[in-house]
C-alpha cells in the first residue's frame, strides 16, 4: 500500500486480506471457492491454468467451430465446478432437506423418463446405468453429512460428478464427427443418455454455485415443456416428450449450448481474465489514487473518491460484490473516518459499484450477451451506455454532496491527496493495455481479439518498471509485476471467475431452449400486455385534464411491471442470467408499445444490476455493512435509494430514445438531459433533505413528485415541474446564504 493509502487509513481498523475474501465468499456465491491443497490444488491449478491459455490462444488465433468451441470450454467447466465450490451447508435444515428431496425426486423422475424411452432400443446394463446414475445424482442432491463435501476437503462423489460432469460435453467434442456430420439429423441413443446426464449436472453444478433460484426456474421450464398439454389456458401446449427435449436441448445450440453459453466462452472469460490480470498487474491501486487526485480535495471528498474509483474499477470487473469489497476496503474505512456513517459509506460504495456493470468499455458480462442476442457490434454498445451510466454517477455524487453538506464535512486535506505528476510517473505503464483494447473495441475489431491483446500487453507492461530501472526509471511502481508465480495465479483466479457464470448460463439455455420450443415468450408478453393495457385503461380516467393520454399511461404500467419483474428476477440471480431469462420472455411485451428494442433491452440490462442493492438480497450492500460494522438490512434499503439516478435512467431513454441515440432528434435530446439532471438534483436533495439548508417535509414531498414528472416526456408537464424545482432550490440556496451569514 502506498503512502497515500497509509495516511488515508491512519487510526481506522480495517480487514485483513483473508477477512476480505471471507466476505466476498459470504455474498458472493460465484467466489465460493475451496481452499484446495497438496495434489488436489496442483490438478485444479493445472485445469484453470490450461483452461485460461486456450482461450487466449483461441482469441488471438481463431475459435474453433461454434459446437466444439463451447463444449470444449464447458468440459473443463464442467470438471472443475464439483472440485472447486464444496457442497452448501443447510441454512435451513427442514427447508434445505425438503428442497433436497424435491430435487432428488426430479432427477429420478427424469432419469424414469429416459430409461423407458430408450428401453427396447439400447442393451439392459445401460438401463442400469441411467439408473445408477440418476440414483448418485439424487442422493448427492439431498444435504446429508454423511456425504461430505461441504468444506474444504472433496468427497469421493465430488470427483464422481466432477468425471460425468466433464463427460457430457467432452462426448461431444471427440465423437463431433460421428454426431454432427455422420449421423446428423439421426441421433443415436448413447447421444441421448449423455443429453440426460448433461440436464442433471447442469442443474446440479447451478445449484451448487448459484443456490436454488436459478436452479429451480430451469426444473419448472423443463418440468412446463413436458406438462404443457395439462396446463390451462393460454399456457398450454403440445408437450413434449422427454427424447424430443434432450435432442433439442443437448444437440444443438438450443439449449445448453446455446447463445448464453456461447458468449461466456468468447467474450466473458477473455474479459474476466483481462481484469482479473489488470487487477494484479495495480490498475486497481492507480484507479484509486486517480480518483482521489480528481474529487478528494472537494466537499465529502473520501465519498466521491468511492464514486469515481468504483466508477473506474467497474470498467474492468463486472461483480458488483467484488467491486464493493475489493475498493470499499480503502474507501469506507476513509468515509468513516472523515464523518460519514458506517451505514451511508457502506451504501455509496455498494450502489458505485454496482454502476460497474453499466460502465464503458468493459461492463458486465449481460452487455457481451446484448450484443449477441441484437446482432449490435459491440463498439456500439459502449457509446450507447455513456450517458446512462454518466446518469448514474451523477445521481451518486449529488447524493453525497448533498449529505456531506448537510453534515458540514470537507473534503481530504490537499497534502494527504497525491499529485497527479506522480501519479502518472509511477503508473503510467499499467494504463497501455486498457488504451489500447478500448481503442481496438472502437476500431471494430473484435471483443476478444480486443481482450486477447490487452491481457498480452498486461503481462508485457508489467515488466516495464524493470526493463527500464537500469535506464534510471525508478518511479515506476516495480511492485505489481507479473511475475510467473503472479501470472498463474491471476490465470487459476480467470478461470475459477468463470465457473459460475458458465454454470448459469448453461442453466439459462433450459429456459431459452423451452421458450423457442414452446413459445413461452409470447406467452408471457401477452400476459404482460394484457395486465398493462387493463390498469392503464383503469388508471388513466382518473387523470384529470387529459394531461395524459391513454397510451402513455399503459406504457408506464408496462415499464412498471417489467422493471417489478427484473427486481424480482435479480432478487437470487446473478445479472447476467437475469437478463438472458427477461430478455426472451419479458422484452417482446415491450416490443408491442413501440418501444425500440435496444432501449427494452437497456431497460432490462439496468433493473437486473439494480438487483445487487435491492433489498431482501442486496448482496454488494451487505458486502459493504461487512466493511462498514453497519446493520446490513438498512444499509441494503439505503444503498437502493442512492442508486435511485440507477432506478430512473431507464425510464429516461424509454421515454427519450435520443439517450441512446436511437432515431436522434437535437431537441429531444436537450429535453431529455435538461429534465434528467435536473431530475437527479431534485431528487437527490429530496431524499438527502438538503440543498443548500434543511428542507422541509412539504417540500421533500413535492421535489420527489416533480422530480418524477421530470422523468417522462411530456414537455408541458416538465416545463411545470421545472419551474417548481427551480423555485425550491433557489429558495433554499438564498435560505441557505442568508443562514450563513447569520451565524458568522
Sequence with gaps: MNEFHEKANNNETTLSQEELDNLVKKYDSESNYRNSRGLLKVFITVTCVALSLFH???????????????ATHLTFIMGLLFLVFPRREPKNKPLSMVLGFAYGAFYLFIGNQLATALAGQIPMWQIYGIYLFTIIIAISALPLSLLKGTGDRVGALDW?????????????????????????????????IMGGMAILLVLEGARRTMGESLSIIGIVSLLYAIFGQSLPGMMAHRGYDIIRLVEHLYLGTEGIYGIALGVVATYVFHFVLFGVLAQASGLGTLFIDLASVLSGRYVGGPAKVSVVSSGFFGMISGSPVANTVTTGAFTIPMMKKYGFSGRFAAATEAASSCGGQVTPPIMGASAFVMSEMLGIPYNELILVAIIPAAFHYLAALCMVHFEARRLGLKGIP??????????????WHQMIPLIVMVSMLLMQFTPFLAAFWGIILTVVCSYIPLILKPLGFTRLDADSVLTPKKLIQGLEEGAKQSIAITAACACVGFLLGVTTLTGLG????????????????????????????????????????????????????????????????????LDDFGVAILASHFFIFYYGVLADVTPPVALAAYAGAGIAGSEPMRTGVTAFRLSMGKALVPFMFVYAPSLLFLNFNAMEFALAMFSGILCIVALSSAYIGFFNAELSKMQKRILTIAGLILVGNNPWLILLASAVVLVILYRNHIAGKQLIALNT
Design 522 to 589: 409470447f406467452k408471457f408478453s401477452g400476459a404482460i400486455v394484457g395486465l398493462a393495457t387493463d390498469l392503464g385503461t383503469w388508471f388513466s380516467a382518473l387523470i384529470p385534464f387529459g394531461l395524459m393520454d391513454q397510451s402513455g399511461v399503459i406504457l408506464f404500467f408496462a415499464l412498471v411491471l417489467v422493471a417489478i419483474a427484473c427486481i424480482l428476477m435479480g432478487a437470487g440471480i446473478p445479472t447476467t442470467p437475469t437478463y438472458i431469462i427477461l430478455a426472451s420472455i419479458v422484452a417482446p411485451a
Design 414 to 427: 490537499v497534502e494527504d491527496i497525491p499529485k497527479l505528476s506522480n501519479v502518472i510517473a509511477r503508473h
Design 160 to 192: 464422481l460428478l466432477a468425471i460425468m460432469g466433464a463427460s457430457f460435453s467432452g462426448y461431444l467434442v471427440f465423437f463431433f464427427k460421428d454426431i454432427f456430420v455422420v449421423n446428423i439429423g439421426f441421433p443415436q441413443p448413447q447421444e441421448y
Design 56 to 70: 487466449i490462444y483461441t482469441s488471438g488465433f481463431g475459435l474453433l467451430n461454434e459446437i466444439s468451441h463451447r
